[in-house]
């Protein structure tokens, strides 16, 4: 039997309690994350099974996993992983509605985090990451939704945003919903008209990133930038 049973401690010693009476702040990540997911499993209480997410997805790991993965997490199933996603979610929009900007995108891999769940879905969505002369994120927009063509992804729709926000660069990023990362002729045709545009306008496309679920593949990166 565990010694974590939210039913076996006093009511005052109780997350839910705790966060009543002295607000979320006062509660430690584990008591948080146990007051998301309310239960554990057979022989699992759910403040155990909290500390054991915790402990082994540090740095709020959890918080960037797409929904589908932290469905198989031991203890964690659909309904649990629903209701994490959503408390994070809420907690990101609730935050300023551009709760984002300020994010330092140096590196494929925050850009990668940044694109959040967008890279589960099943088309591939094109987005624009504006961001100043630091490398943090000013705006980020959606320019199109649908297979990658060289004619879909237009470097009038791309930069505009970027003259009238006052960037410094571009970042660009697409999802693969194959999961296949290597990129396409359009990947690089659509990223050679987007660079020679950035150049003549002054503001330079910095990278082109491909996302899948579980990865990323950088032009910079690969010498193609």
Same mark, same amino acid.
């Given at each position: ?5 939210? #039913?076996?401690?006093?009511?005052? %010693?109780?997350?839910?309690?705790? =966060? ?10 584990? %008591? =948080? ?11 699992? /209480?759910? =403040? ?8 082994? +997805?540090?740095?709020? &790991?959890?918080?960037?996993? $797409?929904?589908?993965?932290? *469905?198989?997490? !031991?203890?964690?199933? $659909?309904?649990?992983? #629903? ?36 890279? %589960? ?13 630091? *490398? #943090?994120?000013?705006? !980020?927009?959606?320019? *199109?939704? /649908?297979? @990658?063509?060289? *004619?879909?992804? +237009? ?8 003259? %009238? ?10 999802? +693969?919903?194959?999961?296949? =990362?290597? $990129? ?19 503001? $330079?496309?910095?990278? +082109? ?5 579980? /990865?990323?593949?950088?032009?910079? &990166?690969?010498? @193609?930038?």
């Amino acid at each position: 039997m565990s010694d974590d049973r939210i #039913c076996d401690l006093h009511r005052v %010693e109780r997350p839910r309690e705790r =966060l009543l009476s002295r607000g979320a702040q006062a509660l430690s990540d584990e %008591e =948080l994350l146990a007051a998301v997911l309310r239960t554990g499993y057979a022989g699992r /209480g759910v =403040l155990e099974l909290a500390r054991d997410l915790v402990r082994s +997805h540090p740095g709020g &790991e959890l918080g960037r996993m $797409p929904t589908a993965e932290l *469905s198989r997490i !031991k203890g964690m199933g $659909p309904s649990r992983a #629903c209701a994490l996603a959503a408390a994070i979610e809420l907690g990101r929009r609730w935050d300023g509605r551009n709760s984002s900007q300020g994010t330092a995108l140096d590196s494929p891999r925050r850009v990668f985090t940044e694109f959040g769940d967008l890279r %589960e879905k099943k088309k591939e969505h094109f987005v624009a990451f504006y961001v100043d002369a630091l *490398s #943090c994120l000013i705006h !980020k927009e959606t320019v *199109s939704i /649908g297979t @990658l063509t060289a *004619s879909l992804v +237009h470097p009038r729709e791309v930069f505009s945003p970027a003259v %009238e926000r006052g960037a410094a660069g571009v970042i660009v990023a697409h999802n +693969h919903p194959s999961g296949n =990362l290597e $990129p396409s002729l359009d990947d690089k045709e659509t990223t050679r008209r987007l660079a020679q545009a950035g150049k003549l306008l002054g503001i $330079p496309l910095l990278d +082109h990133v491909l996302v899948t679920a579980r /990865g990323f593949y950088s032009f910079r &990166e690969h010498g @193609l930038l």
